[in-house]
Structures are given as structure tokens and as C-alpha cells.
């Protein structure tokens, strides 16, 4: 995302800032003060976060609102990361800093040392810049190898070469905590940071200052500091030492979606769908991820992302595209057939409990025909689709698959009442594209398959499935 042109009414030096009535202000107390007037207007401080109205924000307002540093804890795929990065919205849209600091200092309150000399000596003429919120706001991968030196600095070789002197403070090579002085720093997977790295965030959440090589640099940082960790790696491969947990303020405890309208918003927000998925088959897809999330074949501790759903609902799409192409009918419209996409492409986003090895493709498929049969009888309950089934039984074979366009599925069948019923259940109108009417009765039809009234047969060959009287 490109960072706005700043607006050119804004002060210059710190005579005209001061002029202006600009004041420092903290990091904690700038969110606290924009958090309360965005819910005292009635706003929505948290764009594009689903499933955590009631549970998960209300905690995070009370600890944004307390000024603690805190912890995301929950499994993957739960939207951690993305609430963190909603924290951009809380803060200032633009912010004055010292033209040409390392560490973005309040042009009224520098702390480095040469920053602090060159105040002195400019005075009202100090320069300032403006720092986008975007640009206050820094994210790091914890990973094994990360050294204090990338998180807090180190000796400059460079600087102790240029002739200053190595118990000179400017010789110091400021890491990526200082640097984000007057901003958020958010660290991923916190527990699998070296245990010698998390010491050395200690002083910096509770008493302000950092120490390298030796050297203890008394520099007020205005930082909120905010981690994520998975609760497996939170007490078997890695661990967040006692006295670092200690100066959290806040642990915050996700989860997936609750209900299966919050899966379903969250898959309309995220995916990237290339063709037309309707209500019913996104519907699918959110129950087969909460079977998936119940299943005692899954293993639940490694848990199942809501990248999962995301990804099962694109590759539906995709074979719909790959049908358009391969039968030139259009607009791409998805049709429950594209869903036995799914097991196949996705098994290896999965963990599976030990012992399960071979039936992986079977479990999914299992737990996939269930969410069918679930959604199925939420949308067609009451419908009698006996004149349909009758009408199979008769000879009206329907043959559907990745190469037969929906209008070849809509000949096989004779014009029947129930048919109409089936499609005013799932939106669709006589007026709508082929393959939107194909959709929905296929989408009975597999009803009808999985209530054993029908039956059906597979070509490998040809990739046909033929459905025909039980």
C-alpha cells in the first residue's frame, strides 16, 4: 500500500509546530484517545475482523484502553496477525518527527543524543518531517535465528572506523524496537524467538531503555509492544520465559468463527473467487470446515485455518473457471460437482492423527458429503423431491462433470414443478445463466444422491459422473 502525499498546510520547523499547539503525546495514550472517540461515534475500530464482536474485541479495547503491551494466543489461521494490523487505524494519520532522526522522535521531545544537540543548536529552526500511520507500525517474524542485534541494536563497525570512539552512544547501530520509537512494534510467533532474545526485550517493556554490548543507554522508548503465539508452540516448542510473559499486560485467547454465518462472511471477505459461488455451496464449505474442526481423525492442536475454508471456496471457483474454458459456456458458475475438488487439492493443508494414514482422502470426502447433507436440508426442508428422483428412475439419466455445460444437465431432465421449488430455494430465477439453474439442480440431485434415492456412477476416463434411478 502506497503511503499518501502529506498534506502541504503542515508545519516545517518547530517554531510553526509549536505555533500550531502541537503537544507530545504517547503511543498508549494517542490509541486510547482515538479508540474512545471512534466508539463514542459509533465507528468500527476494527475493518474486516469477523467472528469476534462479543469475545475477542471487548478484551482487546479494555487492553488498548489500559495501555498494556499484550498477547495474541489462539491457533493458526485465526486472524491474529490481521487484528494486529488493524492497530494502524488507532493511530494518528500523520505524526510530526525530526527530519532526518534515526529513531522518529517528537520534534518537542528527541531522546537520542544527537538529536537532542541538534535541537540545542537549531532551535525553533529544527526541521520536521511527517510520518504516515502506516509507517509506525512494524511487524516481525520471530524465527530461531533472530539476534539482538536485529530486534536492538549493535556497535556500527562502520562508525567506530569513521574515528569515534567505541564508548561513544553514536557508534550504536539501532535495532528494529528503537527504530520504531512513538509506534507499534508486533512480533509473530513470539514463543519461537531464542529465550536469550526474549531477555533482552525486558527492559525495553518495563523500564524503557536498552543495553548492547555492555553500553546502558538511558533512552525513553513510547513503544506498544504486541506478539502472537500458537498455544502448541506456547508450551511444547518453544516457550515465552516467565519474567517476558510477566510484563504482558494482556493475553488475549482467539478462536475460529462460532457460527457458520461468521465462517461464511469471513470466506465472502477473504477469498479471491475467480467464478461464481452461490449461498449454498459457500454454505458447504463453512459446515465442512466446522466438521473438519470436530473430527477426531484431525489433529486439533495443530487446528484447521480459516485459510482452509478460503482456499476450499478458490479452488471450487477455479474448477468452474477450468469448465468455462474447456465448454465455452458463460459466465463461470460453480456447481456442487466442483466440490469434489476439494479434498484432493487441500489434504495437505491438514494434519491427521497418527494412525489415519491412507484414508486421509476418505475422511475428507466423508465429512464433506455430511456438510452437504447438512446444508441441504436447512434449504430444502419441506420440499417434496420424490418427482424428481421418480423422474430419473424413468430414464432421464443426468450426466454432469468438469466438461459438461449446464445447459446439457438442464436437457436431460423434463419440465418438472419441483424443479422451480428447488430454484426459488437458492435465488435463482427461469431468467438466470444456464449454468446458475444447473447449479441448483444438481445441488438437489446430490441431495437426493445422499438420502439414497438416487444413485450414481463415476468414468474415470472421462471424468462423467452419471446419475441414474436407485
Not at 482487546?60 to 495501555?67: K, T
Amino acid at each position: 500500500m502506497s503511503t499518501p502525499a502529506i498534506p502541504a498546510n503542515l508545519p516545517g520547523i518547530v517554531g510553526e509546530l509549536r505555533a500550531a499547539g502541537y503537544q507530545a503525546r504517547g503511543i498508549k495514550t494517542e490509541i486510547r484517545e482515538n479508540l474512545l472517540a471512534i466508539l463514542s461515534s459509533g465507528g468500527n475500530p476494527w475493518p474486516g475482523i469477523v467472528g469476534f464482536e462479543r469475545t475477542v474485541l471487548p478484551q482487546l479495547e479494555r487492553a488498548l484502553l489500559a495501555g498494556h503491551d499484550m498477547v495474541l494466543l489462539g491457533e493458526r489461521g485465526q486472524g491474529k496477525t490481521r487484528l494486529l494490523r488493524t492497530l494502524i487505524g488507532l493511530l494518528d494519520e500523520w505524526t510530526p518527527v525530526i527530519a532526518g532522526a534515526e529513531l522518529g522522535e517528537h520534534p518537542l521531545d528527541p531522546i537520542s543524543p544527537t538529536s537532542r544537540r541538534r535541537a540545542a543548536e537549531l532551535g525553533d529552526d529544527l526541521p520536521v518531517a511527517w510520518r504516515h500511520r502506516s509507517e509506525r507500525y512494524t511487524e516481525k517474524l520471530a524465527t530461531p535465528d533472530t539476534s539482538v542485534g536485529d530486534l536492538i541494536g549493535d556497535v556500527d563497525p562502520v562508525k567506530v572506523a569513521a574515528g569515534r570512539s567505541l564508548g561513544d552512544p553514536e557508534t550504536i547501530h539501532f535495532g528494529l524496537v528503537p527504530r520504531a520509537h512513538r509506534g507499534i512494534v508486533a512480533i509473530n510467533e513470539l514463543p519461537d524467538l531464542a529465550e536469550r532474545i526474549q531477555v533482552a526485550l525486558l527492559n525495553v517493556m518495563e523500564e524503557r531503555d536498552i543495553q548492547i554490548r555492555g553500553y546502558t543507554i538511558r533512552l525513553p522508548l513510547d513503544t506498544l509492544l504486541v506478539a502472537t503465539a500458537n498455544p502448541e508452540d506456547y508450551t511444547n516448542r518453544g516457550r515465552i520465559i516467565t519474567p517476558l510473559k510477566d510484563r504482558f499486560g494482556a493475553e488475549i485467547r482467539t478462536h475460529y468463527p462460532l457460527t457458520v454465518e461468521a465462517e461464511i462472511e469471513l470466506v465472502r471477505q477473504e477469498a479471491d473467487l475467480v467464478a461464481e459461488v452461490g449461498p449454498a455451496l459457500l454454505e458447504v464449505i463453512a459446515r465442512f470446515v466446522r466438521h473438519l474442526r470436530e473430527s477426531s481423525a484431525i489433529d486439533q492442536r495443530s487446528g484447521v485455518s480459516a485459510r482452509f475454508a478460503v482456499a476450499a471456496a478458490e479452488t471450487v471457483a477455479a474448477a468452474a473457471l477450468r469448465r468455462s474454458a474447456l465448454t465455452g459456456e458463460h459466465p463461470a458458475i460453480a456447481r456442487p460437482v466442483d466440490l469434489e475438488a476439494v479434498p484432493a487439492v487441500l489434504r495437505g493443508k491438514l494434519e491427521f492423527e497418527s494412525g489415519e494414514e491412507g484414508r486421509e482422502t476418505e475422511h475428507l470426502t466423508h465429512l464433506l458429503r455430511r456438510a452437504f447433507a447438512d446444508t441441504a436440508r436447512g434449504t430444502l426442508a419441506g420440499l417434496n423431491l420424490r418427482p424428481l428422483a421418480e423422474a430419473v428412475a424413468d430414464g432421464h439419466l443426468v450426466t454432469t462433470g468438469e466438461r459438461i455445460p449446464g445447459r446439457d444437465v438442464l436437457a436431460a431432465l423434463p419440465e418438472l414443478p419441483v424443479l422451480h421449488e428447488v430454484a426459488a430455494r437458492l435465488d435463482v430465477t427461469p431468467t438466470d445463466p444456464p449454468g446458475r439453474i444447473a447449479a441448483a439442480v444438481e445441488f438437489a440431485l446430490e441431495s437426493l444422491y445422499l438420502a439414497r434415492q438416487v444413485a450414481k456412477d463415476t468414468d474415470p476416463e472421462d471424468d462423467h459422473i452419471t446419475i441414474y434411478g436407485a
